[in-house]
Protein backbone atom coordinates (compact mmCIF):
# COMPACT_ATOMS: atom_id res chain seq x y z
CA UNK A 1 0.00 0.00 0.00
CA UNK A 2 1.61 3.80 -1.24
CA UNK A 3 1.54 5.79 1.45
CA UNK A 4 2.70 9.82 1.37
CA UNK A 5 3.66 11.69 4.03
CA UNK A 6 3.49 15.11 4.25
CA UNK A 7 5.36 17.28 6.81
CA UNK A 8 6.74 20.87 7.05
CA UNK A 9 4.02 23.06 6.63
CA UNK A 10 2.86 25.84 9.40
CA UNK A 11 1.76 29.42 10.00
CA UNK A 12 4.49 32.32 9.09
CA UNK A 13 4.57 35.66 8.36
CA UNK A 14 4.41 37.29 4.76
CA UNK A 15 8.07 37.30 3.54
CA UNK A 16 9.04 34.44 5.25
CA UNK A 17 10.23 31.04 4.40
CA UNK A 18 8.44 27.35 4.63
CA UNK A 19 10.04 24.00 3.41
CA UNK A 20 7.39 21.01 2.75
CA UNK A 21 8.19 17.41 2.30
CA UNK A 22 6.47 14.09 1.24
CA UNK A 23 7.62 11.12 1.16
CA UNK A 24 6.38 7.67 -0.30
CA UNK A 25 6.45 4.73 0.82
CA UNK A 26 5.08 1.26 0.44
CA UNK A 27 6.43 0.78 -2.94
CA UNK A 28 9.32 -0.58 -4.98
CA UNK A 29 7.68 0.66 -8.28
CA UNK A 30 8.95 3.09 -10.97
CA UNK A 31 8.13 7.06 -9.43
CA UNK A 32 7.10 9.11 -12.33
CA UNK A 33 5.91 12.87 -11.85
CA UNK A 34 5.81 14.50 -8.55
CA UNK A 35 4.22 17.67 -7.60
CA UNK A 36 2.49 19.85 -4.90
CA UNK A 37 -0.89 21.13 -5.78
CA UNK A 38 -2.57 23.30 -3.40
CA UNK A 39 -6.49 24.35 -2.48
CA UNK A 40 -8.06 27.67 -0.59
CA UNK A 41 -11.03 27.43 0.92
CA UNK A 42 -13.77 28.42 -1.74
CA UNK A 43 -11.38 27.43 -4.69
CA UNK A 44 -10.06 25.02 -6.91
CA UNK A 45 -7.59 23.04 -6.44
CA UNK A 46 -4.55 23.77 -8.32
CA UNK A 47 -1.24 23.06 -9.69
CA UNK A 48 1.69 24.90 -7.86
CA UNK A 49 5.12 22.91 -9.04
CA UNK A 50 5.86 19.62 -10.69
CA UNK A 51 8.68 17.83 -11.32
CA UNK A 52 9.44 14.49 -13.80
CA UNK A 53 11.71 11.54 -12.68
CA UNK A 54 14.68 13.46 -14.96
CA UNK A 55 14.24 16.74 -13.30
CA UNK A 56 12.17 19.25 -15.34
CA UNK A 57 10.20 21.39 -13.40
CA UNK A 58 7.51 23.28 -14.27
CA UNK A 59 5.89 26.06 -11.91
CA UNK A 60 2.55 28.17 -11.61
CA UNK A 61 2.93 31.58 -12.67
CA UNK A 62 1.97 32.92 -9.18
CA UNK A 63 5.44 30.98 -7.61
CA UNK A 64 7.91 31.50 -10.47
CA UNK A 65 11.02 32.93 -8.76
CA UNK A 66 9.70 32.11 -5.18
CA UNK A 67 9.05 28.49 -4.70
CA UNK A 68 11.64 25.84 -5.69
CA UNK A 69 10.65 22.17 -5.78
CA UNK A 70 13.13 19.02 -5.59
CA UNK A 71 13.18 15.63 -5.67
CA UNK A 72 15.59 12.66 -3.87
CA UNK A 73 14.75 9.79 -5.83
CA UNK A 74 16.85 7.45 -3.65
CA UNK A 75 14.14 8.45 -1.16
CA UNK A 76 11.66 8.47 -2.63
CA UNK A 77 10.44 12.40 -1.74
CA UNK A 78 9.71 15.35 -2.94
CA UNK A 79 10.49 19.23 -1.53
CA UNK A 80 9.08 22.44 -2.35
CA UNK A 81 10.98 25.30 -1.18
CA UNK A 82 8.66 28.20 -0.60
CA UNK A 83 10.72 31.90 -0.42
CA UNK A 84 8.69 35.39 0.24
CA UNK A 85 5.62 34.02 1.10
CA UNK A 86 2.98 36.26 0.42
CA UNK A 87 -0.64 36.39 2.19
CA UNK A 88 -2.50 34.67 -1.09
CA UNK A 89 -0.34 31.36 -0.76
CA UNK A 90 -2.26 30.56 1.98
CA UNK A 91 -3.63 26.97 0.83
CA UNK A 92 -3.78 23.12 2.10
CA UNK A 93 -0.80 22.29 0.05
CA UNK A 94 -1.10 18.47 -1.07
CA UNK A 95 1.63 16.43 -3.31
CA UNK A 96 1.07 14.24 -5.46
CA UNK A 97 2.97 10.97 -6.66
CA UNK A 98 2.25 9.15 -10.26
CA UNK A 99 3.15 5.48 -10.86
CA UNK A 100 1.86 4.61 -13.75
CA UNK A 101 -1.26 4.24 -14.51
CA UNK A 102 -1.85 5.31 -10.48
CA UNK A 103 -1.86 8.71 -8.83
CA UNK A 104 -1.58 9.26 -5.16
CA UNK A 105 -2.34 12.24 -3.43
CA UNK A 106 -0.58 12.91 0.19
CA UNK A 107 -3.29 14.18 2.92
CA UNK A 108 -2.44 17.78 2.82
CA UNK A 109 -0.94 19.93 5.01
CA UNK A 110 -1.90 23.73 5.70
CA UNK A 111 -0.06 27.20 4.89
CA UNK A 112 -0.91 30.33 6.50
CA UNK A 113 0.54 33.03 5.51
CA UNK A 114 -0.29 36.59 7.33
CA UNK A 115 -0.19 39.75 6.29
Known amino acids: QVQLVESGGGLVQAGGSLRLSCAAS????????MGWYRQAPGKQRELVAT???????NYADSVKGRFTIARDNAKNTVYLQMNNLKPEDTAVYYC?????????WGQGTQVTVSS
Open 96 to 104: KVQMWPTNY
Open 26 to 33: GTRSRIDA
Open 51 to 57: ITSSGNT
